[in-house]
């Protein structure tokens, strides 16, 4: 693709650097990567927290770190995981010294940055500044693929596999103290690979760590996903087409429910009802966030001990094997 040997005016770069759209590190321009940038803090202090609703401390961020390198988020679009976890790690990294700090992996972002280019190159049209920390990576991705993702379903587990090595040699990820999962694993092969020790990240082997799940009822989901869709106009992203959005909700169900099926009930996965009855959607935001930092509150502060082993004992490791032993798993070896 043309993309490759392409190069922005350094002067473009320059001012998408200023404006905070991309960042350079060691030789290599890297997306910043923003969502749902709305404030998030509580205003009423609660009394058994004593932080405001919905807003991390720097006690419970100093716990996060000492104890969770890993986190992983599941939930169906429109479930409101993107906006939460957004919140979360700028939330955490402010309380953070550098050296501790947590990166976004979010796949689905990467793979529509580059549809994005692909798109702009097919109809000739030029590439802004926030498309250079992508350029390196169209190739990964074959053609089909994008179509696929186009029409709501999920790439494949080798395009995916692909794309995270591809995201974890860079440079924001190699320094980073800890990492958050959003958007991958998404598959049964997909959660194999990482439980083979096959993904590495920052000389470590890659794995779930502690791990949400956020669920929400269909009817709400793609009532959401229309309302984003409707609010967003000529921003909208392709994929909340109510078309799009039925039929990413069919995948969620199809490839990554009997995924989060084996993880269901573990000691170090947190589940969360994501909807809210009864509240503005603002409202419900903060409503949901506390649910989750109090969960997490009540994870973090079991005795270090049985911390440590529910989150090394991997236990998922083990029966993945007996539950999906009839799977055509061909090729990919299973401990245990
Ligand atoms: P998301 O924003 O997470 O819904 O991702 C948008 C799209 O990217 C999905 O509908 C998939 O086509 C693709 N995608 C993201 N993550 C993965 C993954 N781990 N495996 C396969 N496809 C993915």
Redesign the pocket.
């Known amino acids: 693709l043309a993309a490759l040997g392409f190069r922005l005016p350094k002067a473009e770069l320059q001012r998408a650097f200023e404006d905070g759209e991309v960042e350079y590190l060691e030789g290599q321009w890297m997306p910043i990567i923003r969502g749902g940038a709305e404030d998030w803090s509580g205003t009423d202090s609660d009394q058994t927290t004593g932080r405001p609703r919905g807003q991390l401390n720097p006690q419970l961020a100093a716990q996060f770190a000492q104890h969770v390198r890993a986190f992983t988020a599941f939930g169906p679009?429109g479930a409101g995981k993107g906006t939460l976890l957004d919140a979360f790690i700028e939330q955490l990294n402010a309380h953070l010294p550098p050296e501790q700090r947590y990166v976004k992996l979010?796949?689905?972002?990467y793979?529509?940055a580059i549809a994005g280019i692909v798109k702009k190159q097919r109809a000739g049209g030029a590439l802004s500044p926030s498309d250079e920390p992508y350029l390196s990576l169209v190739n990964l991705i074959p053609l089909a693929d994008l179509e696929?993702?186009q029409q709501?379903?999920?790439?494949?587990?080798a395009?995916?596999f692909a794309i995270v090595n591809a995201i974890l040699e860079q440079p924001a990820y190699r320094q980073a103290g800890g990492i958050i999962l959003?958007?991958?694993?998404?598959?049964v092969p997909?959660l194999q690979a990482l439980q083979d020790g096959s993904i590495h990240f920052n000389g470590h082997t890659l794995a779930l760590g502690l791990t949400l799940i956020l669920d929400v009822p269909d009817e709400v989901l793609l009532e959401r996903v229309a309302q984003r869709w409707d609010a967003a106009g000529a921003e909208a992203r392709a994929?909340d087409a109510p078309e799009v959005a039925r039929k990413?909700l069919a995948?969620y169900h199809a490839e990554t429910e009997p995924m989060i099926a084996v993880l269901r009930g573990r000691p170090d996965v947190i589940e969360l009802d994501g909807h809210v009855e009864g509240l503005s959607p603002e409202e419900s935001i903060v409503e949901v966030r506390e649910r989750f930092l109090q969960t997490l509150q009540t994870f973090l502060d079991q005795p270090v001990d049985e911390l440590s082993s529910t989150l090394e004992a991997r236990a998922w490791q083990q029966p993945l094997a007996a539950v999906f032993g009839w799977l055509p798993l061909a090729g990919v070896p299973l401990e245990g």
Do not use: K
Request: net charge negative.
């Open positions: 679009p979010e796949t689905g972002a793979f529509r696929i993702m709501g379903g999920l790439m494949s587990d395009t995916a959003d958007g991958f694993p998404r598959t997909q994929d990413r995948a």
